[in-house]
């Protein structure tokens, strides 16, 4: 069973740093593109980064980039995300999820075919 | 960045009623085009790829239809495990952009 674990989140002040966690079993990590998905209180769904599954490419939202750093442990079967200076508006739910390539008509799809539970940062003094 | 927007923002419907939401793309994304379902306190679920294709065990009630910068979900017949959020994203391009969220709610 695939399984993603979030770890790590928690009341940061602002100008701060956290490092988050996402465990993942059930599948070979290591051949997989991961995410990083978040969510304000009460609002959607806001891509964050993007790692390739050797972590030789990483890309980023314009709203994190520069602060954040997308990282994976492919021996440790585990993502990070590296957060400095953390602001009020970083406040979300952030939520790790699996890239999947689906086929349909010869041509791959890549989706957000699993997902964490989520860990909650709240960037607050 | 595509910009994905979803209309309503809301609904309100009974069990067994047809739903509708739409979702547009600021440019032509093809088919590159999922679906969500998002439950209060919970993380999304991925309903379907490329547009139109249920990810397998979900329910033949839902069906995604759409191409290019117009799409939509439809639920069939709702059921009240359907009152949900649900959420487009395109898979175009990064950066990787979501519609703003559809909430169906019990009339």
């Known amino acids: 069973e695939v399984q993603l674990v979030e770890s790590g989140g928690g009341l940061v002040q602002p100008g701060g740093s956290l490092r988050l966690s996402c465990a993942a079993s059930?599948?070979?990590?290591?051949?997989?593109?991961m995410h990083w998905v978040r969510q304000a209180p009460g609002k959607g769904l806001v891509w964050v980064s993007r790692?390739?599954?050797?972590?030789?490419?990483?890309t980023y939202a314009d709203s994190v980039k520069g602060r954040f750093t997308i990282s994976r442990d492919n021996a440790k079967n585990t993502l990070y995300l590296q957060m400095n200076s953390l602001r009020a508006e970083d406040t979300a739910v952030y939520y790790c999820?699996?890239?999947?390539?689906?086929?349909?008509?010869?041509?791959?799809?890549?989706?957000?075919?699993?997902w964490g539970q989520g860990t909650l940062v709240t960037v607050s003094s | 960045d595509i910009q994905m927007t979803q209309s309503p923002s809301s609904l309100s419907a009974s069990v067994g009623d047809r739903v509708t939401i739409t979702c547009r793309a600021s440019?032509?994304?093809?088919?590159?085009l999922n679906w969500y379902q998002q439950k209060p306190g919970k993380a999304p679920k991925f309903l379907i790829y490329a547009a139109s294709s249920l990810q397998s065990a979900v329910p033949s009630r839902f069906s995604g239809s759409g191409s290019g910068t117009d799409f939509t979900l439809t639920i069939s017949s709702l059921q009240p495990e359907d009152f949900a959020t649900y959420y487009c994203?395109?898979?175009?391009?990064?950066?990787?952009?979501f519609g703003g969220g559809t909430k169906v709610e019990i009339k």
């Open positions: 994203q395109q898979s175009y391009s990064t950066p990787l952009t």
């Open positions: 059930g599948f070979t990590f290591s051949r997989y593109w």
């Open positions: 999820a699996r890239d999947q390539l689906y086929y349909y008509d010869s041509s791959g799809y890549p989706t957000f075919d699993y």
């Open positions: 440019q032509s994304i093809s088919n590159y």
């Open positions: 790692i390739y599954n050797d972590g030789s490419s990483t």
